[in-house]
């Protein structure tokens, strides 16, 4: 199958996910994971109207960025490490992966330095593996209750990444806590919180009926990259 197929496909699936957990049709974002992958074949998923798109480092962002054009939208998904937050400030519409207090002080920095709000979502490592870095769901509400101070770093939700598996369920109660974690930090804090950012490919039904509102998908709209930077 080709891009497009792949991602007609991708928007039936989870489309019907949606539906599964009791929500519109195209409640869900599709962020097309485009890591590794060359212009063309993303200008291709332009091409038929797909406008958002997720990288995971930041040079290679700022590339495609400048060689695609004005219209897409650009998603941060990778570790930021905290000397690069200065050149991703105004070029893109979220940064998923906000994972420690130091990142979330150089965020501030800059968005007051350049005087605009920065989008984020906090990534909570809810397994605890070592191999991932996240806040712990045990300290995402102080987390969140801290970053208030910083008027100008707008937290839109939260984002996790399942343990790998090749069974889609295993990752279920993964998703099911992140979305309670988020619901009760809803709670307490009276933060709005809309967005959950989890699933990808071999995972985003499941995360769709746990109640994802955003995915981000690499091999099921591109197909396999050639070389594995699945991160974390
Ligand atoms: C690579 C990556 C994805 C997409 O992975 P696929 O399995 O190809 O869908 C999603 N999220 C993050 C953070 C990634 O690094």
Not at 213 to 224: C, K, M
Request: hydrophobic letters at 40%.
């Amino acid at each position: 199958m080709n891009i497009r197929q792949n991602l007609e496909q991708v928007k039936q699936l989870c489309a019907a996910a949606s539906k599964r957990s009791g929500r519109a049709p195209g409640a869900v974002k599709i962020v097309a994971v485009s890591k590794t992958v060359d212009r063309n074949r993303i200008g291709e998923l332009a091409g038929v109207g797909h406008t958002v798109f997720g990288e995971n480092r930041v040079q290679e962002l700022l590339n495609k960025q400048a060689s695609l054009g004005p219209d897409l939208e650009w998603h941060f998904i990778g570790h930021l490490q905290r000397n690069k937050v200065r050149q991703l400030v105004g070029r893109v519409a979220l940064i998923h992966s906000l994972d420690r207090w130091s990142l979330a002080e150089e965020i501030n920095r800059y968005a007051v330095k350049a005087g605009l709000v920065i989008a984020v979502l906090v990534q909570v490592n809810v397994v605890g593996e070592d191999s991932k870095s996240g806040i712990s769901p045990d300290e995402t509400q102080s987390f969140l209750r801290d970053l208030a101070g910083f008027p100008l770093v707008r937290v839109e939700g939260l984002m996790t990444m399942a343990p790998y598996s090749v069974n889609p369920e295993h990752a279920r109660p993964v998703f099911r806590e992140l979305r309670e974690t988020r619901d009760e930090a809803r709670r307490k804090l009276g933060l709005d919180l809309p967005y959950l950012s989890m699933g990808m490919s071999t995972d985003y039904l499941v995360a769709i009926e746990e109640g994802a509102d955003i995915v981000r998908l690499g091999t099921a709209i591109f197909g396999q990259r050639t070389c594995h930077l699945r991160e974390g």
